[in-house]
């Protein structure tokens, strides 16, 4: 089985800024959740941003073939949508576009806006729309076009509380026979889309600072992503030395930020192993607030 997402020194600009600059993962999960990254990332990986340097790949190909292929489909966040179309309209010309038919686009429509509990507000006009119903569409837009992979963009993101347990469960259930990537900044571990999630992968700036089953990751409540100046070498030799345990960044390439597990340690001990190494703590991250 090809990889879901492989990503290889990747580089990928913004305004001709690098947003995200040598990033490297690979994951087979079914259902993988990608926190903390910049937008940029979706936005590559679906197909919408060009590859700068390195290599990225989704199901094992270049992203924009993997769309027009119809292998994946994406979700952007909250994009422009045309306000005198219903709902129905915006999710059965995804499908015409994606390439269906007529008849076969019309089916692909109606399963898809019943997945995402649009049954009753298919003639709501979207410029009238509540958001949760704006992106309830975008996502069945993707999942009319019979794409067997979606990628989504925090779709959760400044939803009224209220609603948000019941959309996520709903989300949940119109992915439980499709391989996806969820992109967000973070999700609480007791979402639905959490719990159904294989594996998790946490960015912090252009490194992967965890990757593993979500639980584990939101359980490790002593681990940091740690961004470090000076000799890292002698901080990280020192710190397991200590009884720490470096979790990232321990296979003798120098880096400038490292996963860590304190162990017995204190933040203050972090502190002091690092003055003591020759090295400045310029960042600590707890790797569990990508579930808070």
Same mark, same amino acid.
Do not use: C
């Given at each position: ?127 009238? /729309?509540? +958001?949760?119903?704006?992106? @309830?569409? *975008? %996502? =069945?837009? !993707? &999942? $009319?076009?019979?794409?067997?992979? #979606? ?9 009224? /509380?209220? +609603?948000?347990?019941?959309? @996520?469960? *709903? %989300? =949940?259930? !119109? &992915? $439980?026979?499709?391989?996806?990537? #969820? ?16 594996? @998790?992968? *946490? ?90």
């Amino acid at each position: 089985m090809n990889p879901l997402l492989l990503a290889s020194s990747l580089r990928v600009d913004v305004h001709g800024v690098p947003a995200i600059d040598g990033l490297s993962v690979t994951s087979t999960a079914e259902r993988l959740l990608v926190l903390g990254a910049a937008a940029a990332l979706f936005e590559a990986a679906a197909g919408l941003r060009p590859v700068a340097r390195g290599e990225l790949r989704v199901e094992g190909r270049v992203p924009i073939e993997a769309v027009r292929a119809r292998v994946v489909a994406g979700a952007p966040l909250d994009p422009p949508m045309p306000a005198r179309w219903t709902v129905k309209q915006y999710v059965t010309w995804s499908a015409r576009l994606a390439g269906h038919p007529r008849g076969v686009a019309r089916d692909l429509a109606g399963d898809a806006m019943s997945r995402m509990a649009l049954g009753a507000l298919v003639r709501t006009k979207l410029g009238k /729309a509540l +958001t949760s119903v704006r992106r @309830a569409t *975008v %996502l =069945a837009a !993707a &999942l $009319a076009t019979g794409a067997t992979t #979606l990628l989504m963009e925090d779709p959760i993101t400044g939803l009224p /509380a209220e +609603t948000v347990p019941s959309f @996520a469960r *709903v %989300l =949940a259930r !119109a &992915l $439980a026979d499709r391989r996806s990537i #969820l992109f967000a900044g973070r999700l609480p571990l007791e979402s639905p889309l959490a719990l159904a999630a294989d594996e @998790a992968v *946490v960015v912090v700036g252009s490194s992967v600072a965890a990757q593993g089953a979500p639980a584990e990751i939101a359980a490790a409540d002593r681990a940091l992503s740690v961004r470090v100046a000076g000799d890292v070498r002698a901080f990280t030799g020192a710190l397991t030395a200590a009884g720490g345990r470096v979790l990232d960044g321990a296979d003798g390439v120098a880096r400038s930020r490292v996963s860590v597990d304190l162990g017995p340690l204190a933040t203050h001990d972090l502190l002091r192993i690092a003055e003591a190494s020759g090295a400045v703590v310029l960042e600590l991250r707890p790797l569990a607030y990508a579930f808070a």
